[in-house]
């Protein structure tokens, strides 16, 4: 298996990271760790005590896929299992799936962080990792690789619900959430499998493994849009309370040679000591499939500002990505910021350009900042080759 590697190192005004085509999920190189798809290799399995999960080889986990039982979309993060129709953890049942692990979610926190979310039943900490969320249930789509049946995971439900009826247990709500599923199966199959949202796909910590919420919507969900043949540049000033960070994503999803990105800061407004944090979603390939030769990133601090260079992109694995998971290479830097100024930084960062492609593309994107309304579209210095 190919596997694409991310360096994440402490470093000073320069910054090479390369990442390798290689079968080695090892680094050499003294205090760096090695991290894929946001977890860091290496070390004993964190979910030997999830005996329904399946890991693939192939790039694919088991998830758990819960209909929402209000109807509501809420935000990406976890909520309590009451609030869903499915087997409830611990039990065997139909409600089971399969998600791409390989797909470019988001992260929420990383393995080695501490977690922020909190089960509100025990108090302990349960993280959550990746995702991806989406209201309309459409790039969902592309992290899912098979989905059970809506009406297999509600008749889970129905005997659920039955059992604790016949036991005594909560009669009163109990039999209350039976007859709004049996209002749900009564639509039939044809209806509720067509009908579903499944607005996030979310691994939610290293002892619940893989979800997948969905509700029942009144209209068909469509198709996720073709994504468009280009490079995206996006720059956002974030706002947090104790550092001033500068996040750049680059999202290449066309045939570019090389991406060159300069934001205009004065050497004084960078942090020398760095820690920038380079990320690369792409695919796990099995043996017998096209790999990634990968791409080189270059960071230099210098009186220009911050120079970002991503050469050496491969065309063929962006457009295996594109096809199988809805979009191309993703990239992000975060840079960080020195003083409290936070309208003399923005002023600057406004001020960023796209200064090559390398190969005449086209290139879309903005600039915004968290303290504001502003944005402005990112400006391409030479989308032409350089000389």
């Not at 039943?121 to 991806?132: A, E, M, P, Q």
């Not at 893989?210 to 068909?220: F, K, L, T």
Request: a negative charge; proline letters at 4%; glycine letters at 6%.
């Amino acid at each position: 298996m190919t596997l694409l590697a991310v360096f994440f190192a402490n470093c000073t005004n320069d910054y090479n990271y390369i990442v390798p085509n290689t079968d080695d999920q090892t680094s050499n190189l003294p205090e760096t760790r090695v991290f894929v798809q946001g977890q860091m290799i290496g070390g004993p399995s964190t979910k030997s005590d999830l005996k329904w999960l399946y890991v693939s080889p192939e790039g694919w986990e088991t998830a758990r896929f819960s209909i929402r039982a209000d109807g509501t979309i809420p935000d990406y993060r976890d909520y309590s299992s009451a609030l869903y129709f499915g087997r409830r953890p611990g039990k065997d049942g139909r409600n089971r799936g399969k998600v791409l692990t390989a797909y470019p979610y988001g992260h929420y926190n990383d393995r080695d962080l501490d977690y922020e979310l909190v089960d509100t039943k025990t108090g302990n900490n349960i993280g959550l990792f990746r995702y991806v969320y989406d209201p309309k249930g459409l790039i969902t789509k592309n992290a899912i690789l098979e989905a059970p049946k809506v009406e297999d995971i509600l008749a889970d439900e129905v005997e659920d619900l039955t059992n604790e009826i016949n036991k005594g247990k909560n009669v009163a709500k109990n039999t209350e959430n039976l007859g709004k599923v049996n209002a749900l199966l009564a639509l039939g199959s044809d209806y509720l499998n067509s009908h579903v949202l499944w607005y996030v796909v979310k691994e939610v910590g290293v002892k619940l493994g893989w979800h997948v919420n969905g509700i029942i919507s009144d209209q068909p969900v469509g198709e996720p849009d073709k994504i468009a043949d280009n490079v995206e540049v996006d720059i956002h000033q974030q706002q947090h309370t104790d550092w001033n960070e500068i996040k750049t994503s680059v999202h290449v999803r066309t045939d570019a040679k090389s991406v060159k990105i300069n934001i205009p800061l004065d050497f004084d407004d960078i942090v020398e000591n760095d820690d920038f944090d380079i990320r690369v979603y792409k695919d796990y390939f099995s043996s017998d499939d096209p790999s990634f030769t990968g791409a080189t990133i270059t960071i230099q601090h210098n009186n220009d500002g911050i120079t970002i260079d991503i050469t050496n992109i491969d065309y063929e694995a962006i457009k295996s990505y594109k096809e199988s998971f809805g979009d191309g290479l993703t990239i992000e830097i975060h840079s960080y910021c020195t003083g409290d100024d936070q309208d003399k930084i923005w002023k600057k960062v406004q001020k960023s350009v796209v200064v090559s492609t390398g190969k005449a593309c086209t290139v879309v994107g903005q600039i915004t900042s968290a303290f504001n309304d502003e944005s402005y579209p990112i400006i391409v210095k030479n989308a032409e080759p350089e000389p």
